[in-house]
């Protein structure tokens, strides 16, 4: 398990080799591009889009290093068109994603919000994944703490939490050890990358929990 609570992502699926920084990864750490009958540079986020596909690591790091010294044309051996604003295009994507997985994990009795909700089932041992929003209050999330053995997600929107379980807003989150579980800690790692691995203060949030261990 990695620091703050984090699962690390599966290493058991197949992998791919970013081409920012030449590193060989599991494709859930990656976003694989495809071309365009157009000429354009699309993102295929679930992997299943015709064509050859290249792989970049998730995060703006890496993304800004493929857009910045045409790796996309260098990989693909032929001239590509990049849309505007890709960066912030692909964090709109991502972030859909894991709201619209939530969603599914709630709808199946996977996932549950608010502080008691979330609290009972902390207490209870049911919950694998705690999820909170990034811009809720410091003290009032510092009373529940990431499951042991489980995964902390803090980089998400009050409002984004909010639209995946059909409120307006969600402080406090949490999943279940259902199926969906895993893959919505997937995509928001991918998410992270994009969103908050890009300034300190936001990693800084994101390395709560401690070793994952409930307080006592």
Same mark, same amino acid.
């Given at each position: 398990?990695?620091?703050?609570?984090?699962?690390?992502?599966?290493?058991?699926?197949?992998?791919?080799?970013?081409?920012?920084?030449?590193?060989?990864?599991?494709?859930?750490?990656?976003?694989?591009?495809? !071309? /365009?009958?157009?000429?354009?540079? @699309?993102?295929?986020? *679930?992997?299943?889009?015709?064509? $050859? &596909?290249?792989?970049?690591? #998730?995060?703006?790091?890496?993304?800004?290093?493929?857009?910045?010294?045409?790796?996309?044309?260098?990989?693909?051996?032929?001239?590509?068109?990049?849309?505007?604003?890709?960066?912030?295009?692909?964090?709109?994507?991502?972030?859909?994603?894991?709201?619209?997985?939530?969603?599914?994990?709630?709808?199946?009795?996977?996932?549950?919000?608010?502080?008691?909700?979330?609290?009972?089932? !902390? /207490?209870?041992?049911?919950?694998? @994944?705690?999820?909170? *929003?990034?811009?809720?209050?410091? $003290? &009032?999330?510092?009373?529940? #703490?990431?499951?042991?053995?489980?995964?902390?997600?803090?980089?998400?929107?009050?409002?984004?939490?909010?639209?995946?379980?059909?409120?307006?807003?969600?402080?406090?989150?949490?999943?279940?050890?259902?199926?969906?579980?895993?893959?919505?800690?997937?995509?928001?790692?991918?998410?992270?990358?994009?969103?908050?691995?890009?300034?300190?203060?936001?990693?800084?949030?994101?390395?709560?929990? /401690?070793?994952?261990?409930?307080?006592?």
């Amino acid at each position: 398990m990695s620091r703050g609570g984090h699962k690390k992502l599966r290493e058991d699926g197949p992998e791919r080799k970013c081409i920012a920084t030449g590193e060989t990864q599991p494709k859930c750490g990656l976003i694989r591009f495809v !071309l /365009g009958p157009d000429g354009r540079i @699309v993102p295929d986020l *679930a992997g299943k889009l015709p064509g $050859r &596909g290249v792989y970049v690591s #998730s995060d703006r790091k890496s993304l800004d290093m493929a857009l910045t010294k045409g790796l996309f044309q260098r990989s693909l051996k032929q001239p590509v068109q990049v849309p505007d604003g890709m960066m912030d295009l692909l964090e709109q994507m991502l972030t859909r994603r894991v709201i619209d997985m939530i969603s599914l994990a709630r709808k199946s009795g996977d996932a549950v919000a608010g502080y008691e909700k979330v609290k009972d089932w !902390l /207490g209870k041992e049911e919950a694998s @994944v705690l999820i909170q *929003a990034n811009d809720g209050s410091e $003290r &009032g999330k510092s009373k529940l #703490s990431t499951p042991y053995g489980g995964t902390y997600i803090g980089w998400l929107t009050a409002d984004e939490l909010g639209m995946a379980f059909g409120r307006q807003s969600v402080i406090h989150a949490a999943l279940g050890t259902g199926g969906l579980a895993s893959r919505v800690v997937e995509e928001a790692q991918r998410l992270k990358g994009m969103r908050v691995e890009a300034s300190k203060s936001g990693t800084k949030s994101t390395d709560r929990g /401690g070793s994952g261990r409930r307080k006592g």
